[in-house]
């Protein structure tokens, strides 16, 4: 599975962006689906997950109420619906799998199978 991230932009705040996640050929079949973000300086952190084949969603808590996560296992792509993005939202993003057969993902980056390239989201105040 070679994963690609996309969707990424310069936007002001208050704006909204969807980044998707493309499976590059492969299969997302029996993968939570997880968003991981990394600013500069800091370190890389859990936003939000969805498990195969997609009932449970997991977020992050500075992202509830204006993240969603969602998937198209036709497509083999998943998505993150960003809404009143914020400065504090500038990083570059990156998608990963997670095996997974309905249960909870994990939020562990140590824990993910595959990883895309990330995209770079930068909100300007």
């Known amino acids: 599975v070679q994963l690609q991230a996309s969707g990424g932009g310069l936007v002001q705040a208050g704006d909204s962006l969807t980044l998707s996640c493309d499976a590059g050929g492969g299969s997302f079949n029996t993968y939570a689906i997880v968003w991981f973000r990394q600013a500069p300086g800091k370190e890389r952190e859990f936003v939000a997950s969805?498990?195969?084949?997609?009932?449970?969603?997991d977020y992050a808590v500075f992202v509830q109420g204006r993240f969603t996560i969602s998937r198209d296992n036709a497509k083999n792509t998943g998505y993150l619906q960003m809404n009143s993005l914020v400065p504090e939202d500038t990083a570059v993003y990156y998608c990963?799998?997670?095996?997974?057969?309905?249960?909870?993902?994990?939020?562990?980056?140590?824990?993910?199978?595959?990883w895309g390239k990330g995209t770079q989201v930068t909100v300007s105040s």
């Open positions: 969805i498990s195969w084949p997609g009932r449970k969603k």
């Open positions: 990963a799998t997670d095996r997974n057969l309905g249960g909870s993902p994990s939020r562990l980056a140590g824990d993910m199978d595959y």
